[in-house]
């Protein structure tokens, strides 16, 4: 019975011996990709007007966005495309354009910018080594559509899709 304990208190020693001075080591790695994420703030985006006679009629659509591109010859792109608009007598896309406001991370679209049904257009383009704020940066969508006489009375709707990309 005596050697069974002393068996234990050494197979214990041991035990105790080779997390007190036994180590490993490991080394953490990482590789950090380009990356972006894109949120519409303005879910619905309410044009409105003035109450001048055939004035345009504007609204604006807000979005944050996060966005890390590679260091070297990175890119990214904020883009847009416009469902057209339903119901028959209603607006004709070729009459909705949009501007773009000044991100702190990218370069807004340059000019007033016709909306497309078939190809997505740029609202922010960003370069190499572009970073966002950590709680993201924000920009508008600013658009306008022409009012025509020929338009019928009612409640039109249209879908924008926006997508984001880093490279």
Same mark, same amino acid.
């Given at each position: 019975?005596?050697?069974?304990? @002393?068996? !234990?208190? !050494?197979?214990?020693?041991? &035990? $105790?011996?080779? $997390? %007190?001075?036994?180590? *490993? $080591?490991? #080394?953490?790695?990482? %590789?950090?990709?380009?990356?972006?994420?894109?949120?519409?703030?303005?879910?619905?985006?309410?044009?409105?007007?003035?109450?001048? &006679?055939?004035?345009?009629? =504007?609204? #604006? =659509?807000?979005?944050?966005?996060?966005?890390?591109?590679?260091?070297?010859?990175?890119? +990214?792109?904020?883009?847009?495309?416009?469902?057209?608009?339903? +119901?028959? +007598? +209603?607006?004709?896309? !070729? *009459?909705? /354009?949009? #501007?773009?406001?000044?991100?702190? %991370?990218? @370069?807004?679209? /340059?000019?007033?910018?016709? /909306?497309?049904?078939? =190809?997505?257009?740029?609202?922010?383009?960003?370069?190499? *080594?572009?970073? %966002? &704020?950590?709680?993201? *940066?924000?920009? /508008?969508?600013?658009?306008?559509?022409?009012?025509?006489?020929?338009?019928? #009375?009612?409640?039109?709707?249209?879908?924008?899709?926006?997508? $984001?990309? &880093?490279?």
């Amino acid at each position: 019975m005596k050697r069974n304990r @002393s068996l !234990a208190l !050494a197979t214990t020693a041991l &035990a $105790i011996a080779a $997390i %007190s001075f036994g180590a *490993d $080591i490991s #080394t953490l790695g990482v %590789s950090v990709g380009p990356e972006a994420s894109f949120t519409a703030v303005d879910a619905t985006t309410s044009m409105t007007k003035a109450d001048t &006679a055939f004035g345009a009629y =504007t609204g #604006t =659509t807000n979005f944050t966005y996060k966005i890390r591109t590679t260091q070297s010859g990175g890119s +990214g792109s904020i883009t847009v495309i416009v469902t057209s608009f339903s +119901g028959t +007598g +209603g607006p004709a896309i !070729a *009459d909705l /354009a949009y #501007t773009c406001t000044a991100p702190a %991370s990218g @370069s807004p679209c /340059a000019s007033s910018t016709a /909306a497309s049904t078939s =190809t997505a257009s740029s609202v922010v383009s960003f370069g190499a *080594d572009a970073h %966002s &704020a950590d709680t993201g *940066d924000t920009g /508008a969508t600013v658009w306008t559509l022409a009012d025509q006489p020929q338009i019928k #009375t009612g409640t039109y709707t249209s879908t924008a899709t926006y997508t $984001i990309s &880093a490279t």
